[in-house]
């Protein structure tokens, strides 16, 4: 394995996503599983088309995964959060999938999800509580 040589890439390239991409979708054929991946992203907009929420996460085998939500500060506790993650879930219930699942850390949300209807699964305890990271999902 000499002449290997090992560095810190853009992983939002095309060709490293392409390489990604074909790898799982190969290794899933060959397992009798189909990939389904895609990326996602969900935003809310202002009248002037100013972004003030945004959702992003990524779809795979019968998984949704939420992986980022941000809401303006300006425009948070009036239901934005809650209606960005709904219209994820909705979309891809309609495509078949089955689970959405989500990671969040104390300082962040886990209350927000609990009320959405998500169900605790782990907590990875960190020497600050605010570090804790909670794991969640919910059946579509």
């Given at each position: 394995m000499s002449g290997i040589v090992i560095h810190p890439a853009d992983g939002g390239s095309a060709a490293v996503g392409e390489f990604i991409h074909e790898g799982f979708s190969a290794y899933g054929r060959q397992s009798g599983v189909e990939l389904n991946f895609?990326?996602?992203?969900?935003?809310?907009?202002?009248?002037?088309?100013?972004?003030?929420?945004?959702?992003?996460?990524?779809?795979?085998?019968?998984?949704?995964?939420?992986?980022?939500?941000?809401?303006?500060?300006?425009?948070?506790?009036?239901?934005?959060?809650?209606?960005?993650?709904?219209?994820?879930?909705?979309?891809?219930?309609?495509?078949?999938?089955?689970v959405a699942t989500l990671s969040t850390f104390g300082f962040q949300a886990p209350e927000f999800y609990k009320k959405l209807g998500y169900r605790?699964?782990?907590?990875?305890?960190?020497?600050?509580?605010?570090?804790?990271?909670?794991?969640?999902r919910k059946d579509l």
């Open positions: 895609e990326e996602f992203c969900f935003t809310a907009e202002t009248a002037e088309g100013r972004i003030i929420g945004a959702l992003t996460g990524r779809a795979y085998y019968d998984e949704v995964h939420i992986g980022d939500l941000m809401v303006d500060e300006a425009f948070r506790r009036a239901g934005l959060g809650s209606r960005l993650v709904g219209a994820a879930e909705a979309a891809y219930r309609e495509k078949g999938y089955r605790l699964e782990f907590v990875r305890e960190s020497d600050d509580p605010r570090l804790n990271k909670y794991f969640f």
